[in-house]
């Protein structure tokens, strides 16, 4: 009979370990009449995050923070309440505030149950004023890496831009000389990681400001190796400036090295038509092989 009980005892204390609760209650942070608070169980965002950053795989994390399961928000009195399940643990956390995060039986012994996010501290911006760079280089450069680079806290500024620490090997340098084989710089993008970080090499505009190197926002061209041992980018010269009004330069017939064409056997016939047109490149099975292009002193112009 003992051992019946405690077998009882036993499977209802796991049920009651895997039931569902709701918790309710007030988190916010400290910014006047805002609060953003995100309430997250088991931390599963963060440790997505984490693991997508060791697997670049980020498939599936839109549909996860819409899971509310998951997460939830605070509303905007700062209220909230969620489903949780007793062994479960609850992460609260705002941007550029410091995360709190309880075991539910802590949070449930707390009546009522109120979360007061902390701030990171900020730092004052410090904005460099010179208007035309000290010096200036334009380059082909082979990509050595491109990673990102946190932004600090600053106090009375927000940046809308990522940034992002480069660093090339100088192949060729067209304009500015930089004197040494390799380079460093930084670079911002409004849209998530630069594009011309997806090429092996590219022609890059670099300028020195506060004693510091910048990419030209949104200037490069990717470029390729030609029969004639020059580089020349393949396709339509304006193809990342098409907006551009007063179109000077025109591509010609090149001969790119015999390695270079481009992989369209994953696209669609609208997009090979579209990014691929025969004005510029020869179809041939899933190659798409340029005949046209335009050197890097045209490309300079541009």
Not at 172 to 195: E, L, R
Not at 232 to 253: C, D, L, M, S
Request: net charge positive; charged share 25%; with cysteine.
């Amino acid at each position: 009979m003992s051992k019946k009980i405690l077998i009882l005892i036993t499977l209802f204390s796991v049920l009651c370990k895997s039931q569902f609760v709701e918790i309710s209650g007030i988190a916010i942070d400290t910014t006047k009449n805002r609060s953003f608070v995100k309430i997250d169980i088991n931390d599963t965002l963060f440790r997505f995050r984490q693991k997508a950053e060791v697997t670049k795989n980020w498939d599936g994390y839109h549909e996860l923070t819409q899971n509310k399961r998951y997460s939830t928000y605070a509303d905007s009195t700062g209220k909230f309440k969620i489903n949780v399940k007793l062994t479960d643990s609850v992460a609260f956390y705002s941007y550029r505030y410091f995360k709190q995060k309880y075991a539910v039986s802590d949070l449930l012994k707390k009546n009522p149950i109120k979360i007061q996010l902390e701030p990171e501290p900020c730092i004052p911006y410090k904005n460099c004023e010179q208007k035309t760079p000290s010096n200036y280089y334009i380059f082909v450069g082979e990509k050595i890496e491109v990673k990102g680079e946190e932004i600090p806290y600053y106090c009375d500024t927000i940046l809308m831009d990522g940034k992002f620490k480069a660093s090339y090997k100088v192949l060729k340098n067209v304009y500015g000389k930089f004197p040494q084989n390799t380079i460093s710089f930084f670079a911002f993008d409004h849209y998530g990681i630069p594009k011309f970080s997806k090429y092996e090499n590219v022609l890059l505009f670099i300028g020195e400001y506060c004693n510091e190197l910048f990419h030209t926002k949104y200037q490069f061209f990717d470029v390729y190796k030609t029969k004639n041992g020059k580089w020349a980018t393949p396709g339509n010269p304006y193809k990342y400036n098409q907006y551009k009004k007063n179109k000077i330069v025109k591509a010609r017939r090149i001969k790119f090295d015999k390695n270079v064409f481009f992989d369209i056997s994953n696209i669609s016939k609208d997009r090979i038509e579209k990014e691929y047109p025969k004005e510029y490149f020869n179809i041939v099975g899933n190659k798409a092989i340029p005949i046209k292009g335009t050197y890097i002193n045209e490309l300079i112009k541009i």
